[in-house]
């Protein structure tokens, strides 16, 4: 039932949100040259998947998680998708390939073995990677590997149909901070 409401709500969401989509991607080729940000990550049952985003910091940035960059790689246009979350809404065709859901533990980087190491133990790479969770609105972030192993696989036990509208409603009504980086 959750893979049917992904579908629909991105097919939805890419629809609906074409202009805007459109109008971040113009300003981000002023901002940086090149308004995507592509980057493979780790999916479901530990596959990687190209994961689609607007940019937010500079083109030269190192490839590290959120946690270890610096704050002053963020353009000022990425300050604004970052704190109004458009940042992510590439990601709804992550969704409607099937390599993410709107919900689910945020997908990490190869390079961070230790969380990769803590969600392996607790199976949580047998769901798809979510665009938000219960980790994201109560502002856990991978700097924490453990803690969003854990609070990961709890949501997956608990994933309902219920929980899955909660987090959604929770993380358009602005809750959480997102990942947070090095100031």
Same mark, same amino acid.
């Given at each position: 039932?959750?893979? @049917? @409401?992904? /579908?629909? @709500?991105?097919?939805l969401?890419?629809?609906?949100? %074409?202009?805007l989509l459109l109008i971040i991607y113009v300003l981000g080729v002023w901002d940086t040259g090149a308004p995507l940000f592509c980057q493979v990550r780790v999916g479901r049952y530990q596959q990687p998947f190209t994961l689609v985003k607007f940019? $937010?910091?500079? /083109?030269? $940035?190192?490839?590290?998680?959120?946690?270890?960059?610096?704050?002053?790689?963020?353009? +000022?246009?990425?300050?604004? %998708?970052? +704190? $109004?979350k458009l940042d992510e809404l590439p990601q709804l065709w992550n /969704?409607? +390939?099937? #390599?993410?859901?709107?919900?689910?533990?945020?997908?990490?980087? @190869?390079?961070q #073995?230790?969380?990769?190491? #803590?969600?392996?133990k607790l199976g949580v790479y047998d769901a798809r990677p979510g665009i938000?969770?219960?980790?994201?609105?109560?502002g856990i972030d991978m700097? /924490?590997?453990?803690?969003?192993? #854990?609070? *990961?696989?709890?949501?997956?036990? *608990?994933m309902r149909v219920s929980l899955y509208f909660k987090l959604l409603f929770q993380t358009l009504l602005g809750k959480g901070r997102g990942d947070r980086v090095v100031r």
């Open positions: 039932m959750i893979r @049917f @409401f992904d /579908v629909v @709500f991105s097919l969401g890419l629809i609906v949100g %074409l202009p940019r $937010t910091m500079q /083109v030269n $940035t190192a490839s590290v998680a959120s946690h270890l960059a610096s704050a002053s790689s963020i353009t +000022k246009l990425g300050s604004f %998708l970052r +704190k $109004t /969704v409607l +390939k099937g #390599e993410m859901s709107l919900v689910g533990p945020r997908p990490n980087l @190869f390079n #073995e230790e969380l990769i190491a #803590e969600r392996a938000t969770g219960i980790a994201q609105v109560n700097s /924490v590997p453990q803690l969003l192993a #854990e609070t *990961d696989a709890r949501m997956l036990r *608990d």
